[in-house]
């Protein structure tokens, strides 16, 4: 599409310029409220949204397929993702016995723990966040980021 130098037209085309901004904007900054909330953890955003994952299927184990699926970041390397978790004893990583190439992942009950005072925390600041939009305007707001993701 060509811009014209319509008046309504640049208006026009200026406000989709800003929404896109508007909104990688406040993506940056919820992340880094995400970040300043996961510091004392000691894990980044994308390590507890693993964790969150892992505790949804908790008991049974999920596979790193799964993980990069269902993953808010899908270029986040999620194999990468775990082994770090592994490391800090939230994970523990098995192959899977009927299929050799598939990697069964379980949270731990560290893990389990860990995530359980995180998500405490995470939720706080969460609500610190958004409590100036009544529920209307978050209905609202999520219908219109659906929408744009179509």
């Known amino acids: 599409m060509q811009i014209n130098s319509k008046s309504s037209q640049a208006k026009t085309v200026n406000a989709y310029k800003s929404v896109h901004i508007n909104i990688l904007l406040t993506a940056s900054w919820f992340n880094l409220q995400t970040t300043k909330s996961l510091k004392p953890f000691h894990i980044s955003p994308q390590q507890f949204n693993v964790l969150n994952i ?13 993980l990069t699926e269902r993953m808010v970041d899908q270029m986040s390397n999620a194999s990468r993702l775990v082994e770090k978790l592994k490391k800090k004893g939230l994970v523990q990583r ?3 016995d009927e299929d050799r190439r598939r990697v069964n992942v379980y949270l731990t009950e560290s ?40």
């Open 111 to 150: 893990g389990l723990e860990l995530f359980k005072k995180a998500s405490h925390v995470f939720e706080q600041t969460l609500e610190k966040q958004l409590n100036q939009l009544i529920p209307e305007d978050v209905t609202c707001l999520n219908n219109i980021l659906e929408q744009l993701r179509g």
């Open 54 to 66: 892992l505790r949804d299927f908790h008991p049974a184990p999920v596979t790193v397929k799964v």
């Open 94 to 96: 098995e192959a899977c």
